[in-house]
């Protein structure tokens, strides 16, 4: 079976060789039969990928430790959710996953694009192809994922203790899917490049797969931070580490292109930007995939021990010499004559809103390779840390919550003195009265001040925007409020869609804030019955208890909380040792609530003397990170759900270009 998921492997990159040629050859010849045969091809090399990943799953769970990358990466112990997200848990397993995920969505593509974009079509089929020529190059002649070992191993190695949470079943694949589905607005971008089909309509026909992308960046982002949170034991979500910074990039480009993208309809602007901002997407998430294959940083998400790092900086190399010079060529072709009137517009505050979030990524960008940069010029590794980030992106921030504020509710082209004040009048009243009631609530005066009150007039704007769509449909159609609210939603399910995220967005950077701000952290050593105060909480360290099985054994200690003279819970921080790879890991344990999280780690436990260290965190608002992740995912839902006129409307209703059958 092994020898049969190789050759998958290599047929599949005969395949995706030939239809990109075909392809390419069928558009400039425009034959028809040629760009079919491409197509058919391009179905076939996700068919032999199908096989080849079923195979390999099918050693995971057989416990075939014959092969090299299931013996590194399981073992007979393992539970079977970790033995399948196995597959993705080594550097072979994770290049043959996001083969399988890039072939699949340009499956999805073709069947979508059959009777439509016609001329857009070989191109993107080409670029697709060409892309899953790399990841299955590298598969055939440089990480054989089907690797025997000269003699089978009696026992597998275990998966790294860190990836064994229930995260690594969800957070890899939706950050894999982020990643991969983003290259189908680049494959478009470039056919439209290649063509000189340079209007909106691939813009249109990308549009849902733009906001997936987008989607699954932002699952992925928030899956991680909620997994570091749950599994490093360190008391936060977030620390800047270099590959959390390479799932950040793309989702901050890709953001700013959303919204811009809507300039370019609109008003036939920012179309140079546009496809800048696409064509970098892609770019930074090859980016993102070297930082962690290179072995250049370190990082507890990343193949230190891999030396595919020069491949993937030549195909990086590559997308921005290709891209770069297809936009340089048609640089005349893309300019407008088109711009904004007036700093006082939506087309204004949309574009400062792409300045921050690209400046965001720029800083995000610079502090993570800097310490590589000074390396190589300097000898010298100089170490770049959150407080570096957090400078310089916390004001950032806080620019982009106001203009998340301003961009819904300020007029297109330019906005009147009496369309400003109809509406910020009430919004900006909101956000001052919010403003005062912080200070008489002894909030100091900083960054986390300024974000709950630009958090009260983003919502005010939002609810202002609602309110008023409702009331208008009540006052023209007599409908109740919620069947008004419903329609109204249902009709513009891309602009409230948009808002919901906004609220999502809202909630995310208020967690963020508080927990950023007002974190109380402390550190006690106990003996059993012994107190130590935590913010408004008591901790007594009660017992220890042991368990023990072949997988693993666990070390607890029994701690009860107390509030107010009252027992509130009982937590149990862990310290776990897995006994295949010989290695301990921490088991943190939390009470979380909307106000705070109590997030309690067992330090050490000195069996001798009985004496436990307990380190405890109070995280305030914490959970409305999640919930606002939560929020946002529904908003992204509704962006993208089709209406029904979209659903009804027939090929060439959505833009086809035909060309005749030869």
């Known amino acids: 079976m092994p020898e049969l998921g190789r050759l998958a492997i290599c047929l599949a990159l005969l395949f995706a060789v030939y239809a990109t040629g075909v392809s390419i050859v069928g558009a400039i010849r425009r034959r028809r039969h040629l760009v079919r045969s491409g197509a058919h091809a391009a179905y076939a090399v996700f068919a032999l990928v199908v096989v080849a990943v079923a195979i390999l799953l099918r050693a995971l769970l057989a416990h075939d430790f014959s092969l090299e990358y299931v013996a590194a990466y399981s073992s007979s112990t393992l539970p079977v959710q970790y033995t399948v997200a196995a597959l993705w848990g080594g550097q072979k397993?994770?290049?043959?996953?996001?083969?399988?995920?890039?072939?699949?969505?340009?499956?999805?593509?073709?069947?979508?694009?059959r009777e439509r974009n016609r001329d857009l079509m070989p191109w993107v089929t080409a670029t697709?192809?060409?892309?899953?020529?790399?990841?299955?190059?590298?598969?055939?002649f440089v990480t054989d994922p089907f690797e025997r070992l000269p003699i089978a191993a009696r026992e597998g190695a275990d998966l790294n203790p860190l990836l064994q949470n229930y995260w690594m079943t969800i957070h890899p694949p939706s950050l894999y899917t982020g990643y991969v589905s983003a290259s189908v607005p680049f494959a478009f971008a470039i056919a439209a490049l290649a063509t000189g089909r340079l209007g909106d309509q691939w813009i249109r026909s990308v549009r849902r797969w733009s906001l997936f992308s987008w989607f699954f960046l932002t699952l992925g982002n928030l899956f991680g931070a909620r997994w570091a949170y749950e599994v490093l034991g360190w008391g936060g979500y977030w620390a800047w580490d270099p590959v959390e910074n390479a799932a950040f990039m793309p989702w901050l480009v890709s953001t700013a292109y959303l919204h811009s993208v809507m300039i370019q309809e609109k008003k036939d602007m920012l179309r140079v930007w546009n496809m800048i901002l696409v064509l970098?997407?892609?770019?930074?998430?090859?980016?993102?995939?070297?930082?962690t294959r290179s072995g250049v940083i370190s990082s507890v998400h990343s193949f230190t021990q891999s030396g595919l790092g020069p491949f993937f900086i030549g195909f990086l190399l590559l997308v921005l010499v290709v891209s770069g010079g297809l936009v340089a060529y048609r640089f005349p072709e893309l300019r407008t004559a088109a711009t904004v009137e007036s700093f006082l517009s939506r087309e204004a505050a949309f574009l400062f809103n792409n300045l921050v979030l690209v400046g965001i990524a720029f800083a995000v960008f610079w502090g993570t390779v800097f310490p590589v940069v000074s390396e190589w010029v300097r000898g010298v590794k100089i170490t770049v840390g959150p407080p570096?980030?957090?400078?310089?992106?916390?004001?950032?921030?806080?620019?982009?919550?106001l203009l998340a504020g301003i961009g819904p509710a300020i007029a297109w082209r330019r906005a009147s003195p009496r369309n400003l004040w109809r509406a910020f009048a009430t919004p900006v009243g909101a956000g001052l009265v919010a403003a005062v009631a912080l200070l008489l609530a002894r909030v100091p005066l900083g960054y986390a001040h300024a974000t709950f009150a630009l958090g009260v007039f983003v919502l005010g704007t939002i609810a202002q925007e609602f309110w008023r769509g409702m009331r208008a449909r009540q006052a023209m159609l007599h409908e109740s409020?919620?069947?008004?609210?419903?329609?109204?939603?249902?009709?513009?399910?891309?602009?409230?869609?948009?808002?919901?995220?906004?609220v999502g967005v809202v909630a995310v950077f208020v967690g963020v804030a508080a927990s950023s701000a007002f974190r109380v952290e402390v550190q006690q050593t106990l003996a059993a019955g012994q107190e130590v105060a935590a913010g408004k909480f008591t901790l007594r360290y009660e017992q220890i208890t042991k368990q023990d099985d072949p997988h693993m054994s666990r070390l607890a200690a029994v701690v009860s909380v107390w509030r107010d003279g009252r027992q509130i819970a009982t937590l149990a921080p862990e310290k776990r040792f897995y006994k295949k790879p010989q290695q301990p890991t921490t088991e943190v344990a939390m009470r979380p609530t909307l106000t705070e999280d109590l997030y309690l780690v067992l330090g050490s436990y000195d069996e001798e003397s009985g004496l436990v260290t307990i380190l405890a965190y109070v995280n305030p608002l914490v959970s409305w990170i999640w919930i606002g992740g939560v929020i946002m995912a529904l908003g992204t839902t509704v962006a993208m759900?089709?209406?029904?006129?979209?659903?009804?409307?027939?090929?060439?209703?959505?833009?086809?270009?035909?060309?005749?059958?030869?």
Request: no cysteine.
């Open 128 to 140: 697709l192809m060409t892309t899953a020529m790399f990841f299955l190059g590298l598969l055939t």
């Open 280 to 291: 970098l997407t892609f770019s930074l998430t090859i980016f993102g995939t070297f930082l």
């Open 641 to 662: 759900w089709p209406t029904l006129a979209e659903r009804r409307a027939p090929a060439y209703a959505l833009g086809a270009a035909r060309v005749p059958a030869d």
């Open 481 to 502: 409020a919620p069947r008004a609210l419903s329609r109204l939603v249902g009709k513009n399910r891309r602009r409230y869609g948009g808002y919901i995220i906004h």
């Open 93 to 113: 397993g994770s290049l043959l996953f996001w083969a399988f995920m890039l072939t699949l969505f340009t499956t999805i593509v073709q069947v979508q694009n």
């Open 388 to 401: 570096f980030f957090n400078r310089v992106n916390a004001p950032l921030g806080v620019a982009l919550l």
